[in-house]
């Protein structure tokens, strides 16, 4: 929950740990793309890329074109909803952390 990832923030704060913290956040299976289609999808998705010596950094917006074409826009979709889902939960932590009001 937003509040117990706050109160690990806290805590880490306490000990002076500088390190990044990494907050898992599935997407909800009915909003993901089918497994055996995203797993096809991104074989042939590297496999073109290699076909058209891709490499590097510009793989991923490679493959995130390749994902949009080849899902008919559903890989989009599913992207779209990890998008608002991630900043909604990091909204979440963030109130969770914030210092209580302050009394008048």
């Not at 992207?79 to 979440?92: D, Q």
């Not at 952390?97 to 009394?103: R, S």
Request: aromatic share 4%.
């Amino acid at each position: 929950s937003a509040a117990e990832v706050a109160a690990v923030m806290r805590a880490r704060r306490g000990l002076a740990i500088e390190a990044g913290l990494i907050v898992a956040n599935p997407l909800p299976e009915a909003d993901a793309l089918d497994r055996e289609l995203h797993d096809s999808v991104l074989m042939s998705g590297l496999r073109a890329a290699d076909r058209s010596g891709v490499s590097g950094k510009e793989v991923t917006p490679f493959l995130l074109d390749w994902f949009h074409r080849e899902t008919r826009g559903a890989s989009l979709a599913a992207n779209i909803t990890i998008i608002y889902n991630n900043a909604t939960l990091a909204a979440r932590i963030a109130v969770a952390d914030a210092p209580p009001p302050l009394q008048a």
